[in-house]
């Protein structure tokens, strides 16, 4: 995915970065485009694989929820290593002196196997089922970490999920009145009706809430999850805010065994986290100069979202 948050970076850096931190020089550097927000590069060294990834440089303006999302990605990544079974990558280095590039970077290791968004387009439904419900697992795992307050990773400043997520459209209301950026009618007042059902959530878990197939990696042959990435938009947050309950699979939901989606309140504040989503990808397309077919599809969804409010 081309976008102007990805920094330059040559090879010679590269190579410099990975003798730094890795003491060797990699014989192999490729890079990995799928990512939307950071610079991503294999270095392959004689021994071992590792991926190092690049935050967009300063000059670089991006919404405010994702400023110093490279260090909400490392924290987030440690605190679910420390705190259970996960497989996530062991983070490397984390480096923010901009002596080799003029961005902060993170090195960890190599995650083994393909990911689910690869390999999908020949799973038969029982192995889709499989994986589902192992995603539900360790989402399920994932939650059982919780937090002091709600908020985003690096600043949970918020004692009640109301105001914390009220914040974070607060913010989102900014970024769209920094740019000017037109939006239908009402679309964020849309929200207000349906914000007295956020006060359901009592206590702050750490959500993913980034975890789509292109974030999930298994073996190809076992079917088995072998690792979770990206976790840079990591939350303190409703854990029905992952996006992996916007339409989940009766697989996932099995392997959460929790009627999570079906609790007093569900239907409004799914519906809330939607709302938020599709503004955030109506927002960005201006801020990261994406495509015209990009922000259609980005505009139909806040419609959608905006409907499905008023329609509750």
């Known amino acids: 995915m081309e976008s102007i948050t990805k920094p330059l970076v040559s090879q010679g850096q590269l190579e410099s970065i990975s003798e730094k931190h890795l003491a060797a020089k990699p014989v192999r550097v490729q890079e990995l485009k799928d990512g939307w927000f950071n610079a991503t590069f294999l270095l392959t060294l004689p021994e071992a694989e590792f991926v190092i990834k690049l935050a967009p440089p300063d000059d670089v303006r991006v919404l405010r929820y994702e ?4 260090a909400a990605e490392v924290g987030a990544m440690r605190e679910v290593k420390t705190k259970t079974d996960l497989p996530v990558p062991d983070v490397i280095a984390f480096d923010r002196t901009r002596e080799e590039v003029p961005s902060d970077y993170f090195i960890a290791a190599c995650v083994p196997g393909v990911s689910v968004e690869q ?5 038969t439904p029982d192995e889709r089922a499989f994986i589902d419900r192992q995603i ?14 709600f908020g985003t990773f690096n600043k949970p400043v918020y004692s009640n999920w109301t105001d914390g997520f009220c914040g974070l459209l607060e913010d989102l209301k900014r970024d769209q009145q920094d740019q000017q950026i037109d939006l239908p009618t009402g ?3 849309s929200a207000i009706p349906h914000l ?11 959500i993913h809430w980034d975890l789509w197939d292109p974030n999930v990696f298994i073996d190809p042959v076992s079917k088995r999850i072998t690792g979770l990435i990206d976790f840079e938009r990591a939350l303190w947050a409703d854990p029905l805010m992952e ?7 009766s697989d996932l939901l099995d392997g959460y065994e929790n009627s999570i989606t079906q609790a007093g309140g569900a239907p409004s504040r799914r519906a809330l986290y939607d709302l ?6 109506v927002i960005e397309s201006t801020y990261r100069r994406f495509t015209v077919e990009h922000e259609k599809m980005s505009r139909d969804f806040l419609d959608r979202s905006i409907a499905a409010l008023n329609g509750l």
């Not at 400023?67 to 490279?70: C, R, T, V």
């Not at 390999?119 to 799973?123: I, L, Q, R």
């Not at 938020?276 to 990808?281: C, F, K, P, Q, T």
Request: hydrophobic residues 45%; without cysteine.
């Open 196 to 206: 007295g059902a956020l006060a359901d959530v009592e206590s702050p878990v750490l």
């Open 187 to 189: 679309a964020f007042e």
């Open 136 to 149: 539900g697992t360790y989402l399920k795992s994932l939650h059982t970490i919780e937090g002091q307050a």
């Open 119 to 123: 390999a999908k387009a020949g799973f």
């Open 243 to 249: 996006g992996n309950f916007m339409k989940p699979s």
């Open 276 to 281: 938020y989503l599709s503004l955030i990808m």
């Open 67 to 70: 400023k110093d999302l490279m």
